[in-house]
């Protein structure tokens, strides 16, 4: 099989809560998708999608995958999209960085793959285990008493795990954090997310402040050092998120003993196959996991389940469906949360059919 050529979307995603809000008032209404189909000489298509949290959350922004995506398109078109040792090592060479702009293609590849060997992709990342997939959801940042509701709204839609997104002013967020831990019920999980909002000195006092509570606290502050030291001074579990985009930041920390658990979104290391090896060094140095992406659709709440399906359950912290965060649909036969849980598709590949109708017309197209 070769690709023969590659068909880019882009897609808006309105958010169904209105706005999606974090650290330093950063928000999000809509979020620029992009949905990239692999055609190949044969029968088969694949597809893949990445979608930034906005162009401040990490080095990525969506006219910048499509730009990066049509940078790579004449390196890959002619190759094997089921040899991703080959794609991504070709992807590589070819842009240095940019892991985000890859993940789509590879996405597409591993769904190739999938698709040509009769088999969804999680049983090919490792094999599915357990049941289900147990996802959080992520409170948008707003006044303490509103994301308190919002913790009651969810745990009536099935979740039992919560992501607060914090790292505002300091006091406030001692307010929100105390505010959702006092509706807590047993068996749930909260995670303090400050999403590098903070400086060293208001995560300290953040984290002296709720260090009765049974509370999470990830990612305080924009530097790996900065969050070093903050670690160092709690005795509250910690994960590390945006520090977390590779391999190498993974191994430095896990020297450091740095954190107790890591987010690894898919994009952000530069699709599943970096996704697969990050995940399967985690299991083997015991760390847990969030595994999802840094936003996206169908198509990556897809991946997002087959990666999570086919990690062992106790090292997955959480995963999310963001899917159900927003209005508009790419892609038939993605996961649709069951009481708080999803399953990865047992169809072959990632198990999605793309929307066209929301889709639209391809805004780039690359041929051989
Ligand atoms: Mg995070």
Redesign the pocket.
């Known amino acids: 099989m070769k690709i023969t050529e590659i068909h880019v979307y882009q897609v808006d995603l309105p958010l169904a809560e209105g706005r999606y809000t974090w650290s330093d008032g950063r928000h999000v209404d809509v979020f620029d998708s992009t949905v990239v189909e692999l055609v190949t000489d044969g029968e088969l298509r694949g597809y893949g999608e990445v979608c930034p949290l906005g162009p401040f959350y990490l080095p990525a922004y969506g006219a910048g995958a499509r730009a990066g995506i049509g940078e790579l398109a004449h390196h890959i078109i002619g190759l094997d999209p089921t040899n991703l040792g080959q794609i991504n090592g070709v992807m590589d060479t070819a842009l240095l960085g940019h892991p985000y702009v890859k993940s789509a293609i590879d996405m597409a590849c591993w769904d190739l793959l999938g698709k040509s060997a009769g088999k969804p992709v999680c049983d090919l990342l490792g094999g599915r285990q357990g049941e289900s997939v147990e996802l959080y959801r992520a409170i948008s940042q707003r006044p303490a008493d509103e994301m308190a509701q919002n913790v009651a709204l969810y745990r009536d839609q099935g979740y039992r795990r919560f992501?607060l997104k914090v790292g505002g002013d300091a006091a406030a967020d001692i307010a929100r954090i105390r505010a959702a831990s006092e509706v807590l019920v047993a068996g749930e999980t909260l995670v303090a997310?400050a999403?590098t909002g903070w400086l060293v000195a208001d995560a300290i006092r953040v984290v002296n402040a709720v260090a009765d509570l049974d509370v999470y606290i990830?990612?305080p502050c924009i530097s790996y050092e900065h969050s070093l030291t903050v670690r160092r001074q709690t005795r509250l579990p910690f994960?590390l998120?945006?520090n977390i985009d590779g391999l190498h930041a993974l191994l430095a920390a896990y020297q450091d003993l740095a954190m107790d658990a890591i987010?690894l979104k898919i994009s952000k290391v530069g699709g599943l196959t970096k996704a697969r090896l990050i995940r399967d060094l985690c299991v083997s140095l015991q760390i847990p996991m969030?595994i999802e992406d840094s936003w996206g659709g169908d198509i990556i709440t897809s991946a997002i389940a087959h990666l999570a399906h086919s990690t062992p359950e106790r090292f997955r912290f959480s995963s999310t469906d963001f899917n159900s965060y927003v209005t508009v649909r790419n892609a038939i036969g993605a996961p649709q949360r069951d009481n708080g849980h999803m399953k990865a598709s047992s169809e072959p590949g990632l198990g999605v059919t793309p929307d066209f109708d929301n889709l639209g017309e391809a805004v780039a197209i690359y041929r051989e």
């Open positions: 992501q997310d999403n990830e990612q994960i998120d945006e987010n969030t």
